[in-house]
Antibody
Framework: QVQLVQSGAEVKKPGASVKLSCKTS????????MHWVRQAPGQGLEWMGI????????SSAQKFQGRVTMTRDTSTSTVYMEVSSLRSEDTAVYYC?????????WGQGTLVTVSS | QSVLTQPPSVSGAPGQRVTISCTGS?????????VHWYQHLPGTAPKLLIY???NRPSGVPDRFSGSKSGTSASLAITGLQAEDEADYYC????????????FGGGTKLTVL
């Protein structure tokens, strides 16, 4: 079955970077885009960006451009997202989600806490 | 402020029918982008409920249905059950933001 397993919780200081991973299994990695979505405490879901695992092309929401880098490793069927220049407002649960238009499978989420 | 607008909350008694609206614009829902719906329970990953405006993934009860018209979409839940109490989000894309994914602000469904 399709599985998306994300890396563990992180605690970072303001200004630091964090690199999250999402290891996939149960399907052909190159055939589905992967999205990143986050949810800050008490807030709704927020779309961050998308990566095409086939060629590696990416696109991110305007709000995150310049601060978010998405990559993939086809040998391990894993996608990564690095967020730089962290600030307290980046404290959130970050999800990877598989899909072309709709997101049909989600990772379990990674809590990132940004605190001095 | 979300690109897609949802009511913050709706409620209904067990067995009743509720609807959740999702209003977009000519650059999002109105540009022929499909609308998808997710159910989100605290501490869990969101679950795809409706895709392509009105299609249910395998395993989703037929009590859940979706529709789309113009720049708006709706999620309907009939025969409300206590386990339906959750947050619901609509999702689509917006052509003014380089086809960025967009979510509604979410609607908290309370089963009375």
């Amino acid at each position: 079955q399709v599985q998306l397993v994300q890396s563990g919780a992180e605690v970072k200081k303001p200004g630091a970077s964090v690199k999250l991973s999402c290891k996939t299994s149960g399907y052909t990695f190159s055939k589905y885009y992967m999205h990143w979505v986050r949810q800050a405490p008490g807030q709704g879901l927020e779309w961050m960006g998308i990566i095409n695992p086939s060629g590696g092309s990416t696109s991110s929401a305007q709000k995150f451009q310049g601060r978010v880098t998405m990559t993939r490793d086809t040998s391990t069927s894993t996608v990564y997202m690095e967020v730089s220049s962290l600030r307290s407002e980046d404290t959130a649960v970050y999800y990877c989600a598989r899909g072309r238009a709709e997101f049909d499978s989600w990772g379990q989420g990674t809590l990132v806490t940004v605190s001095s | 402020q979300s690109v897609l607008t949802q009511p913050p909350s709706v409620s209904g008694a067990p067995g009743q029918r509720v609807t959740i609206s999702c209003t977009g614009s000519s650059s999002s829902i109105g540009t022929n982008y499909d609308v998808h719906w997710y159910q989100h329970l605290p501490g869990t990953a969101p679950k795809l409920l409706i895709y392509g405006n009105n299609n249910r993934p395998s395993g989703v009860p037929d009590r859940f249905s979706g529709s789309k018209s113009g720049t708006s979409a709706s999620l309907a839940i009939t025969g409300l059950q206590a386990e339906d109490e959750a947050d619901y989000y609509c999702q689509s894309y917006d052509s003014t933001l380089t086809a960025s994914g967009v979510f509604g602000g979410g609607t908290k469904l309370t089963v009375l």
